[in-house]
C-alpha cells in the first residue's frame, strides 16, 4: 500500500507540472497616465462652448425662463453626443426641482400704535396676517446641549421676538463652546433658520427676527426683487405659512426697547398687527445630471458640480449673459465630462463613478443643489466621496492683475485634510497654480463657503473643494461676456480639477472624513 500511495502521488505531481499555473485573487489594474485626457481639455472648446453658453441666445438663463431650458437643453446634447448616460434610472438627465415664487408681498406691522411700513424698518417675503396681545421674548433663541433659552418659556400658539448673536460669558468667551469661537448660531447664513425653525417647532406662531448688523442686507434685497417685480425663489417643499419677520433696531425697540441688553426670556404685553399680503407663483425648472458608471467601485460617487443658470435680463431690457459667473465653470464641467469619456472609451474608465452635476437655483438660494441633497438625491449621500464645486474660475480678480496663474480655493480642508493635501499634491504635479486660501477663513466677511452649491454637501459631511476666480467690476453685470475670459487660464484651471477628480476617483480607498461639518 505505501509504495502505491507514493505512485500515485508521483502521478499527482508529474499531472500538476504539466499545468499552468492557477493564479490567485487578480491584481488591481493599474492607473493610467490622465495626462493625455486633461491635454484633451483645450482652451478653444471651452471657447466654443462659451460664445454658445453665454451668448444673448441664452438671454441670461433666468431660473425658469426660455433661457434657462435653452441652457438645459444645451447640456444634455454634449452628453448624448458624447454618450454619457443620464443618472436617473428612468433615462431622463433632466431632475425635475419643483420652485416657487413668493412675489414680494405689500403692507405693514403695527407695534403699540405705530405703522412701520414694509421695506423700511420691516422686511418680510411672505404673507403675516394676525393680531396679538403679547409676545414671548426668547432671548437669543437657542438650544443646544445644556443651554436653552425655551426653559422657563411658553411658545406655542404665540408669537417669539429673537435676536441675533448668541450668549457669551462674563469672561468674553462664548457659553456654547467655552472659547472665542462662534457656532453656527451666530452663522448669518445659518442662525435665522435655525433659530426660527426651533421657534416653530416649539409650537410658535411665528418669529420677528432682530439682527441690526445684517438687516441693511435683507432690506436691500427686499428692494432689489420689489424694483424688478420678481419675489423670492424657493423649493416648493419649503413652502408654508410660518411667519417670519426681520426687524431693524428701530422696530425690534418699539417692541423691546433694552433688547441689545437683555438676554433673558420672557412674555411682553404688546399689541401687534400683522397686515401683510402676498402670493406665490409655481416655476418648472431642472438639473441636469449625468454619470460615468465606476469599473472597480462603481457604487461610490465623485460629483463634480456647476450651476446652470444666472440671473437673466435687466428691467431695461439688458442681457446678462453670465459668462464668468457660471458660464465657465459650465464649459469646465461640459470638458471634464469629455475627458473621462475618452478615457473610458480607451479602456481607462474611472473606478469610482462620476457624476456631472449641472444644478439650477443657485442664484435664487442654492437651491438645484439642495433639492439634490435634501430632498431628492439620485445616489446615497453616504456613498459620495466629494463634491468638486466649480463656480467662476475664467476671470482675473484686481487682486492679481499682474500675477494671474492663481485660484481661490475654499474648503478643501473644512472636513478632510486628506483632501486638502491631496489637492495640493495633484496641484504641484501638474498644473502649479498658486492656491489662495484667502476666503476660506472662519472670518472672512464674504462667507463664500456658504454662497455657493458645494455647502449642500458640505452641511451633509461630504468634502468639498470651491474653485473660484473672485469678483471683478462685471460680476452680475451685462458686462460679464464670453469675450472677457482668459482662456488660458480657463483651460488650466479646467485640468487642475479633472485631475484631482481622477486621483480621487482611481485612489485605493475613498477620501476620510476627520472633522465634522458644524
Known sequence: MKKLSLLVLGLVVACNSSQKTVSGPQEPKPVASPVPYAESITQEDLKEHLYTYASDEFEGRETGEPGQKKAVAYIKAHYESLDIPPAKADGDYFQKVPLEVSKVPEGSLTINNETFELGNDVVTFSSAEGSFDQIVYAGYGIEEGNYSDYGNINVSGKLVLIKAGEPINADGNYVLSGSSEKSSWSNMSEAMGKKSALAIEKGAKGVLYYDSQNYPRFRGYFQFMKSNNSGRMQLAEDT?????????????????????????PKTIAADIQLNIKGGNDKIASENVVAFLKGTEKPEEYVVISSHLDHIGITADGQINNGADDDGSGTVALLEIAEAFKKAADEGNGPKRSIVFLHVTGEEKGLLGSRYYTDVDPVFPLENTV????????????????????????????????????????????YTNIEFDYTYNDENDPNRFYYRSDHYN????????????????????????????INYDLLENRTRLIFH?????????????VDKAAD
Open 500 to 512: 484631482t477628480a481622477w486621483e480621487i476617483a482611481n485612489r485605493p480607498n475613498r477620501l476620510v
Open 240 to 264: 408654508n405659512n410660518d411667519i417670519l419677520i426681520i426687524l431693524d433696531e428701530k422696530a425690534a425697540r418699539t417692541i423691546k426697547d433694552d433688547i441689545e441688553q437683555d438676554h433673558l
Open 386 to 429: 466629494v463634491d468638486l464645486n466649480i463656480d467662476m474660475i475664467g476671470r482675473i480678480d484686481p487682486k492679481y492683475a499682474g500675477a494671474r496663474n492663481y485660484l481661490y480655493l475654499i474648503g478643501s480642508d473644512k472636513l478632510s485634510t486628506e483632501l486638502h493635501n491631496l489637492s495640493e499634491e495633484v496641484n504641484k504635479k
Open 457 to 484: 454637501f458640505a452641511k451633509n459631511n461630504i468634502p468639498i473643494i470651491f474653485y473660484f476666480n473672485g469678483t471683478h467690476a462685471d460680476y452680475h453685470r451685462p458686462s460679464d461676456t464670453p469675450d472677457k
